[in-house]
């Protein structure tokens, strides 16, 4: 890799893994919830500087501002769930178009099916995971929108064991968040699990698409 991309593509997807990593240790940590909660948003944050670096034109825009979304997520969640849901799912809308917009032209049956069992089965596992009933209305309803972004993205012209693996890292990170409301409440499953595959299941997402964007626009 030439000196000049190392000197430029380096330092944000650096500090990325620095603070995506690094959140893992600190969490639950004596360290104030600010500086936590900082660290922790920062890890999507910079991924979002990233896609910026690495790209122009409207399509790193777009996976750049469903990391902005993430980030902001990451810190509403900490102090809100239903903001920080919300916040996320602004972010698995503006995806869902990206991927759509990036639609394969034709699919496998395979690829068909597990986009379908991705819709379709994600929204009813959520909706059964959290003990409190009276909010998994609202559960399925978010979950519905996580499991089209990763139905889309498996379904998408970009990479499919980076990008589509990412985001089906991301559903199964949430599916745990969800089965912690529920029957994995005492579990020591979920806090161990749901951080990494949320966080690099996004790096896989942002570096895939940025990456293969790159590849189209560069002279063949």
């Given at each position: 890799m030439p000196r000049r991309a190392l000197i430029e593509k380096r330092p944000w997807l650096l500090a990325s893994l620095v603070a995506g990593i690094g959140y893992?240790?600190?969490a639950g940590s004596a360290l104030p919830d600010?500086?936590?909660?900082?660290?922790?948003?920062?890890?999507a944050a910079f991924l979002a500087a990233y896609a910026l670096s690495r790209h122009a034109g409207r399509d790193a825009t777009q996976i750049a501002a469903v990391m902005a979304f993430g980030a902001l997520g990451d810190v509403l969640i900490e102090l809100d769930i239903v903001w920080g849901a919300l916040a996320f799912l602004a972010g698995h809308l503006i995806a869902v178009q990206l991927y759509w917009r990036h639609r394969r032209a034709s699919l496998s049956g395979s690829q068909q099916a597990l986009a379908l069992a991705l819709v379709l089965l994600v929204p009813l596992i959520a909706f059964q995971l959290p003990a409190d009933r009276a909010g998994a209305p609202g559960v399925a309803f978010y979950a519905l929108g996580l499991a089209a972004m990763a139905a889309s993205a498996w379904t998408s012209t970009f990479p499919?064991?980076?990008?589509g693996l990412g985001a089906v890292m991301f559903v199964i990170s949430d599916l745990l968040i969800f089965a912690r409301l529920g029957a994995l409440a005492e579990s020591v499953v979920p806090g161990l699990l749901i951080w990494p595959l949320y966080y690099f299941g996004q790096f896989l997402i942002c570096t895939g698409v940025v990456g293969e964007l790159r590849t189209r626009s560069t002279p063949q």
């Open positions: 893992f240790f600190i600010l500086y936590e909660w900082a660290i922790k948003g920062a890890g499919r064991y980076r990008v």
